[in-house]
């Protein structure tokens, strides 16, 4: 069965980017193989992927999801209705207002396998609508004190059960499966 999961790096205040979108403070954290093993055991498991489009709706260098690691099927949250694009092996679909459709086809490409969420915006939307099974974040040691949350702005209390935690050389690994 395939699972929908916000798969997230955050800070221990919950930023997902610094207030330009930067992620500079994820680079250059040691790890060790354990941490990598965790990582890896999440992405392998990944089927498609959901996230927002920007505002030219175009695949920049730099904007593939997993840094290009992953050749799956992309959907991405638009305005504006427009055709797939295919772009180093991995195909983008856009779909207009409607992130319920994009978690449906975001499934039926996923067959077995999860669909990751990509974004605030998009992860707390999915969480609004009762959309997520599971959320995977990987959360590092440092305080960002502003920039983009991923759960500011949710407005609803969301129960969750500890499904599996972990720590190693640096980050620590959290895994809820969200209860209804």
Same mark, same amino acid.
């Given at each position: 069965?395939?699972?929908?999961?916000?798969?997230?790096?955050?800070?221990?205040?919950?930023?997902?980017?610094?207030?330009?979108?930067?992620?500079?403070?994820?680079?250059?954290?040691?790890?060790?193989?354990?941490?990598?093993?965790?990582?890896?055991?999440?992405?392998?498991?990944?089927?498609?992927?959901?996230?927002?489009?920007?505002?030219?709706?175009?695949?920049?260098?730099?904007?593939?999801?997993?840094?290009?690691?992953?050749?799956?099927?992309?959907? !991405?949250?638009?305005?504006?209705?427009?055709?797939p694009i295919?772009?180093?092996?991995?195909?983008?679909?856009?779909?207009?207002?409607?992130?319920?459709?994009?978690?449906?086809?975001?499934?039926?490409?996923?067959?077995?396998?999860?669909?990751? !969420?990509?974004?605030?915006?998009?992860?707390?939307?999915?969480?609004?609508?009762?959309?997520v099974d599971?959320?995977?974040?990987?959360?590092?040691?440092?305080?960002?004190?502003?920039?983009?949350?991923?759960?500011?702005?949710?407005?609803?209390?969301?129960?969750?059960?500890?499904?599996?935690?972990?720590?190693?050389?640096?980050?620590?690994?959290?895994?809820?499966?969200?209860?209804?």
């Amino acid at each position: 069965m395939s699972l929908v999961i916000v798969h997230a790096t955050i800070t221990v205040d919950g930023y997902l980017a610094d207030s330009a979108g930067g992620v500079d403070w994820m680079f250059g954290r040691p790890s060790t193989a354990d941490d990598d093993a965790v990582v890896e055991k999440v992405t392998t498991q990944i089927g498609a992927v959901i996230g927002g489009a920007n505002a030219t709706q175009t695949i920049e260098p730099g904007e593939i999801p997993y840094g290009g690691m992953l050749k799956v099927p992309v959907f !991405l949250m638009t305005h504006h209705g427009r055709e797939p694009i295919e772009q180093d092996g991995v195909t983008y679909t856009f779909v207009v207002n409607d992130i319920t459709r994009a978690v449906t086809l975001a499934k039926e490409a996923a067959g077995d396998k999860w669909v990751s !969420l990509l974004g605030g915006s998009i992860s707390r939307q999915c969480l609004r609508l009762g959309l997520v099974d599971e959320l995977h974040l990987d959360i590092a040691p440092v305080l960002l004190g502003g920039g983009i949350s991923l759960f500011a702005g949710l407005e609803q209390k969301i129960e969750l059960e500890r499904v599996e935690t972990s720590a190693f050389a640096s980050e620590s690994h959290h895994r809820y499966r969200v209860l209804c």
